[in-house]
């Protein structure tokens, strides 16, 4: 049978951590949907989210996005924590790079799990940031996402989702052949939608939305706030 994830950088359980093909470069590993999309996130982050203090960030994949965002931002203090260790050393690799190791922290976490561990030690986060993480995950890990947010989030705080969505039972035809590839994949995939499926679980874990932002390609940035 042929592997058709063959060509994709695999986690720990044999899955495509993404569903592209990534450059690696001493440890750095390279994303090109990153590459397209690195700046538009930046100014949606840059213009809902704290500028100052702690953001944890799930499911941050190469790293980049968090490297890109906390450029010439240094009140921002990123942790970034992925359940794929292989992923991590990417962040790290980055980190590096940028030469900002000391104020930031890469940690091994599952966001479906209950108990985030050692990446939210100190607590009091401003802001937890995931891109492009809860339609290539099962439904438990946005359930998850939420309600950990719930419980790290300062009384401030933000919670910033970017990615492609459904709207009120409705989906672009780009969105909609993704989500078939995705539950192709795997059947506990696919494009959620935002008002059908994640505000219910945004409002149940404490949150109302806060801001909305279009984003290229039918993505959104969806920005929620403690309710
Ligand atoms: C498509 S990649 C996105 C990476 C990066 N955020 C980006 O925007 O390119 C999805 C990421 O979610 C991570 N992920 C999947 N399930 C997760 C879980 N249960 N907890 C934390 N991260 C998870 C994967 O390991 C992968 O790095």
Redesign the pocket.
Known sequence: MVDENARYNK?ANGQP??LEAQHVEDGRRF?P??GRNRDVVRKAFLAHMPRAGRILE?????GE?GVHITAEMPELVWTF????EP?LLSAKAWLAFAGRGEIDAAYV????SADWGAAIEGGGFDGVFS???IH??PMN?AQGLFAGAGRVLAENGRLFLYGPFGRGGEMSEGNASFDADLKRRNPRWGVRDLEQEIMPMAKGAGFKLEALVDMPKNNLSVVFARS
Do not use: L, Q
Request: avoid cysteine; glycine fraction near 12%; hydrophobic fraction near 40%.
């Open positions: 986690g951590v993404s994303s949907s990153i799930i499911g941050s994949g190469t996005h924590t992925d359940v794929d992923s976490m599952d966001a479906a891109a492009n993480v290539i995950s890990v």
